[in-house]
């Protein structure tokens, strides 16, 4: 209120009053710094029923506010701000979390509360919880015998990580411990498809023999970069060696002798000759002939 006095002549005193008459505003609510979920990450295993934040704020007028939050994961406390966690994260589901925070103050002046909303995206962090998988097992493979060192020979290995980041880096290796002959043959590398995605090629280190080893049983881990722990899984790759013609008719007991009688009938068997064929794989049929007989005086003739 502003009072105005005026002295005038004689004996009359006049006063002037000016009353100003302030409105009193009910300012909102607002959220602090610290406390508006501003660049707020979860982790995604995080438990059921811990607390992960506290909403922070504060009324011009100093009246207790109230804060709510919308959504399925999170609930608040009121009157504490305490936000606890109510449902199990999945961040290979679920990468990020949409919210509505408010904040409201109480009744002043005959106002209406005031009420601040405030919209956040929560990102769910990455936990490695997820083995690297392989895709379209079992794997199994053939290859000749002839194939030179450093052939491609499979590269249809598929593997996914349903992680991110480093949890979803995988590398690919034969396990020497379990099948230390098809390491020293064969080696396993990975390529790299897209984030979580790869495909392990498989390639000829050593020359192969039929004769030697017809089959080889691979082990392949798949191991990821996991930063708090690694994960891994491993699978079997059969390869079935095939084999070529590179190997030549082996007579079986040899050298052969036999002895003769000088009245012995013609016709008569005086010894029997067995041979295969080298190449074990698909054996090819034989035929045998005599060399050094220039008088005529043997026949051979081929046993069913």
């Not at 005193?13 to 000016?18: G, P």
């Not at 009324?59 to 701000?81: A, C, K, Q, W, Y």
Request: with cysteine; aromatic share 6%; net charge negative.
């Amino acid at each position: 209120m502003k009072v105005k006095a005026v002295w005038t002549l004689g004996a009359h005193l006049l006063l002037t009053f000016t009353l100003i008459r302030t409105q009193q505003l009910n300012r909102p609510p607002e959220f602090l710094p610290d406390g508006n979920m501003n660049r707020f990450t979860l982790r995604e295993d995080a438990k059921v029923g811990s607390t992960v934040y506290t909403l922070k704020g504060r009324d011009p007028e100093g009246t207790d506010v109230s804060f709510t939050i919308s959504g399925d994961h999170l609930s608040v406390d009121r009157n504490s701000g305490v936000v606890t966690l109510v449902r199990p994260l999945d961040r290979e589901t679920t990468p990020m979390i949409e919210v509505i925070i408010t904040i409201t103050d109480e009744r002043v002046y005959g106002d209406e509360p005031n009420t601040v909303p405030l919209r956040r995206e929560i990102p769910i962090l990455d936990v490695n919880d997820n083995l690297p998988v392989f895709h379209g097992t079992p794997y199994r493979l053939t290859v000749l015998e002839s194939a030179s060192p450093g052939a491609t020979l499979f590269s249809k290995m598929r593997i996914t990580d349903a992680d991110g980041g480093s949890n979803a880096e995988v590398t690919l290796q034969c396990v020497k411990t379990e099948t230390p002959q098809a390491c020293a043959k064969f080696e396993i590398r990975e390529a790299r498809v897209e984030e979580g995605e790869y495909v392990g090629i498989i390639s000829l280190k050593q020359l192969l023999d039929f004769e030697t080893e017809r089959e080889y049983t691979m082990v392949v881990q798949a191991v990821d970069d996991g930063l708090e722990k690694q994960q891994s899984s491993t699978t079997s790759v059969v390869i079935e060696i095939q084999d070529v013609q590179d190997q030549p008719p082996i007579f079986i007991n040899a050298p052969f002798s036999a002895t003769v009688r000088e009245a012995s009938p013609e016709n008569i068997p005086i010894l029997e000759v067995h041979a295969r064929d080298g190449d074990l794989g698909e054996p090819r049929p034989l035929t045998l002939s005599l060399e050094g007989d220039d008088s005529g005086y043997f026949t051979l003739k081929q046993l069913k």
